[in-house]
């Protein structure tokens, strides 16, 4: 296994990196939340974020997140404050889930995550077309939806390897 | 039950106010700040304009900087891919070339004609500059199909400015930040382009489909029947949304929907051109308040200076050179001269030796025949003849002895 000296800064550049990847998923021009196949797609932010807002991981601060949402929204062109709403609001069920969860288990988390994307993404679609008059496919969030839940199983195994690579 | 109660008011207060460790703000804090970013960015106020346009242009930037390796790869991509097809494409854009080009003198006969028909209407006649844009950002996304583009207000560009991929029209500029602006593409679903088909002349509206085509809609049920399958598309410019007469795409008929497919891959998009445009009044015809202290006039005015003053010294240029040409001119034909005055002297000379030649061979031709025939010709005793010397002697020595 891959061992890493704590005073590194190669370490220190690991550590960070959940957050380095929220903000390069956010930056980049090729976002998976919109990858150009038809009926697939997922939204890569809401999966880092619940996790490591449920694992309570100390790099992983809010303030990064909600500014992480805010530069969403205008690299994709909402209105602003959009995605740094649903960012938080991720936030805010992961927290009440680790809160609330004396002994975690898997299926739960992820069913639960199923339930708060559902959540979120209506919230964005309803603020969206009502407030925004913005004109949405509706499937778009429907497939999104689904297969971000689906990601979250093997998406959560490759955060648990970089978790415990940290940990050793 | 009250237990069960009481922890889940706890958990809730524990997720929505307690600042974990090294949190800065708790969540309940960033929550409100969103709700109030929202709010604010749908106010029209001046400082929060001007604040999301900075936000906006550090994002932009930085974007394009995080993208940079993407772009590599993708480009690198397409450019292999390219190099395989490049003798194939070689052939294919040679023979488009032959009949581009005869199109666009086709084309230049209807501009002129336009010219001439808008002068006669008494029409104002839009001069458009279009200025290169770089597309710094393309993020594909299902709400917004935009693109960023690295010119903004202080560039000229204003919201409805038309942005086109070479002749083709992509959009329109939505949003304007002082060096960068957001160009909303024509697939996308909120975008709607008032057009004319050809042939036919039916008007209609696409609207964009979020994906890379759009539809017809908004058209009269008896016309939809009279549109053809790969008939042309171009903006009509009613609503003066966008300028009329620009190719925007060929149409395909599928079970009564008709869709419109774009003359422009809009995922291929590198460069685009923004068009700034400005009216020019014919001032004989139309008297208007021209506003003259306006750096765009001055600029045009220094502009055309520098373009006369160039023209000047070309002709000047031009003018030193046809002097010194006509001098050499004159001094080659002053030796050309000299020259045919020698040869004429020449053949003058030669002409008189030749005539001299003649006239030796007669005396000659004369002597030989007077040795033979003097006996005949001359006069002696009372024998018939002429007096030697005489003409009619010589007449009778050439005649061979004949009188």
């Known amino acids: ?15 960070w990196l959940p957050i380095l990847f929220l903000y390069i998923s956010v930056l980049n021009e090729f976002d998976l939340n919109y990858i150009n196949i038809e009926y697939f797609s997922f939204n890569f932010p809401f999966l ?26 205008t690299v994709v062109g909402l209105p602003l404050g959009i995605s740094s709403l649903s960012y938080i609001l991720v936030c805010i069920f992961a927290s009440y889930l680790r809160n609330i ?17 559902s959540l979120i993404n209506s919230i964005n679609y309803s603020v969206l077309f009502f407030f925004f008059s913005f004109e949405l496919d509706i499937m778009f969030y429907a497939v999104n939806n689904f297969f971000t839940f689906l990601l979250y199983m093997p998406i959560t195994y490759l955060f648990d390897k970089y978790l415990q690579a940290i940990n050793d | 039950m009250a237990s069960s109660r009481d922890d889940f008011i706890i958990a809730i207060r524990s997720a929505f106010l307690k600042k974990e460790t090294k949190q800065k703000f708790s969540l309940l804090t960033l929550l409100f700040i969103s709700i109030l970013i929202i709010f604010l960015s749908n106010l029209n106020f001046k400082i929060i304009n001007n604040l999301r346009s900075v936000i906006n242009e550090v994002v932009y930037r930085s974007s394009f900087i995080v993208s940079v390796p993407e772009n590599f790869a993708y480009n ?33 006969i209807i501009i002129s004609e336009n010219k001439e028909l808008k002068n006669l209407i008494e029409d104002f006649t839009l001069t458009t500059s279009k200025i290169l844009a770089k597309v710094i950002v393309d993020h594909e ?28 029209l992509i959009g329109r500029v939505i949003e304007t930040n ?42 009269k049920d008896n016309l939809l029947e009279d549109i053809q399958d790969q008939s042309i598309g171009y903006t009509s410019g009613t609503g003066d949304l966008f300028k009329s007469g620009i190719p925007v795409g060929r149409l395909s008929v599928d079970n ?30 139309i008297i208007t308040q021209v506003d003259e202290g306006t750096s765009l006039e001055k600029s045009t005015e220094v502009i055309k200076l520098k373009l006369l003053n160039d023209q000047i010294k070309i002709l000047n240029e031009t003018n030193n050179r046809f002097i010194e040409e006509n001098n050499n001119l004159v ?44 006996s005949k010709c001359q006069k002696r005793g009372f024998k018939k003849g002429y007096k030697v010397g005489t003409p009619e002697y010589r007449k009778c020595i050439l005649s061979r002895g004949k009188f």
């Open chain 1, 48 to 73: 880092l974020i619940f996790y490591f807002a449920v694992k309570e991981y100390s790099r992983f601060d809010f303030l990064l997140v909600f500014i992480a949402g805010l530069i969403n929204d």
């Open chain 2, 331 to 374: 001094s080659e034909t002053k030796n050309l001269n000299i020259e045919n005055i020698n040869l004429k002297q020449v053949i003058k000379k030669q002409t008189d030796e030749i005539n001299q030649n003649k006239i030796d061979q007669k005396e000659l031709e004369f002597l030989k025949l007077n040795f033979l025939y003097s």
């Open chain 2, 76 to 108: 690198s991509y397409f450019k292999i891919i390219e190099y395989s097809n490049f003798y194939g494409e070689y052939k294919f854009n040679k023979k488009e070339l032959d009949n581009l080009q005869s199109k666009d003198i086709l084309n230049e």
């Open chain 2, 256 to 285: 009564g929907r008709v869709n419109i497919n774009f003359y422009t891959d809009f995922t291929q998009l590198k460069y685009v051109f923004a068009e700034i445009e400005k009216k020019e009044i014919d001032s004989d015809k």
């Open chain 2, 178 to 219: 002082f060096k960068s602006s957001r160009v909303l593409l024509l697939s996308d679903l909120n975008s709607s382009v008032p057009i004319s088909i050809t042939p036919g002349n039916i008007q209609a509206i696409v609207i964009g489909d979020g994906e890379n085509s759009g539809e017809i809609k908004y058209i």
């Open chain 1, 101 to 117: 969860t004396i002994r975690p288990n898997l299926i739960k988390d992820w069913f639960y995550f199923l339930f708060i994307i």
């Open chain 2, 141 to 168: 996304s299902p709400f917004l199909k935009t693109i960023i583009i690295n010119k903004g207000s202080q560039d000229g560009l204003k919201i409805g400015t038309n942005v086109y991929d070479k002749n083709y």
């Open chain 1, 1 to 15: 296994m891959i061992s890493l000296k704590k005073n590194n800064w190669f370490y220190k550049l690991y550590t």
